[in-house]
């Protein structure tokens, strides 16, 4: 029985809690997520190499620091990581799990467990990256991967106003900042439906931050331009103009949340 911690507290990553019976299958996997760390960043709060470590580590973590996922090995000296996941998805705040096995006739013995992926060994970077992400929208970790800058490497999703497409970047707005994610839009509004409408092909806005509507006059900024809708945020005076296919879309949530039109 073996546990170690590898806690990173502050990063705003989703937390991470390895088991894995083999030391050199745990340091592939490591490998492996630092190099997903600009894509999708995680903190790695510890590890284990069976099922009863992984339960003391869940136990001593605690609800505010417990990991959001697990990546669990499905053959376990002390027991079959089913059984353990089984129970582990029964705790209070229970991760996502997503399980590891040696190949697809010992994984089809998941059945209806409830777990977010399932992935055959050896675990290639692609597979991995794609079950994080479904993990992450699973357990609802309401974090979005940026470009590190001044020491962050993700940002809370409910601090965001709005998203812009900028050449190779999305460009992320908050109250405070503005960061870039590699991430492209498509993807964050398929991941996100909930939290972002799209106002127009590089825009997307988040719900939350919708504070009103606005009518601009044909030729007001532009002497060429049409008449338009822009949308007014909380949190910055910057308005976000929507399209006519959108407004479409978007009015009945500006009506629907009684805010301005004007």
């Known amino acids: 029985m073996r546990a170690s911690s590898s806690a990173q507290a502050g990063t705003g990553a989703p937390r991470l809690l390895i088991v894995d019976r083999d030391p050199a299958a745990r340091r592939r996997l490591r490998t492996q997520l630092r190099a997903l760390h600009r894509r999708f960043p995680v903190q790695i709060v510890a590890e284990a190499d069976d099922g009863r470590s992984a339960r003391d580590v ?3 973590l605690g609800l505010q620091t417990a990991p959001h996922i697990v990546l669990l090995d499905l053959v376990l000296p002390d027991g079959s990581g089913l059984a353990f996941a089984e129970e582990f998805r029964k705790r209070p705040a229970a991760p996502q799990i997503i399980l590891i096995g040696p190949g697809n006739d010992a994984l089809n013995d998941v059945g209806t467990l ?4 399932t992935l055959r060994r050896p675990v290639r970077a692609d597979q991995l990256e794609a079950a994080l992400r479904i993990a992450a929208v699973r ?11 001044s020491g962050r490497d993700a940002v809370a999703i409910h601090d965001i106003l709005y998203l ?3 050449l190779k970047y999305v460009l ?3 109250r405070d900042a503005e960061y870039l994610t590699e991430q492209p839009l498509t993807s964050l509004l398929n991941d996100h439906p909930d939290q972002f409408v799209q106002a127009h092909r590089a825009a997307l ?6 504070a009103g509507a606005r009518r601009v006059a044909a030729g007001e900024h532009d002497p060429a331009a049409d008449a338009y809708w822009e949308l007014l945020l909380h949190g910055t005076a910057e308005r ?3 399209s006519r296919r959108r407004w479409r879309e978007i009015r009945p949530i ?9």
């Open 205 to 210: 806005v988040a719900r939350h931050a919708i």
């Open 254 to 262: 500006v009506a629907g949340l009684s805010l301005d039109l004007q």
């Open 114 to 117: 409830d777990v977010a992926a």
């Open 172 to 174: 992320i707005r908050t």
């Open 139 to 149: 357990c609802h970790a309401p974090f979005l991967p940026i470009v590190p800058q």
């Open 164 to 166: 812009r497409a900028e």
């Open 58 to 60: 869940l136990d001593t």
């Open 240 to 242: 976000i103009p929507v």
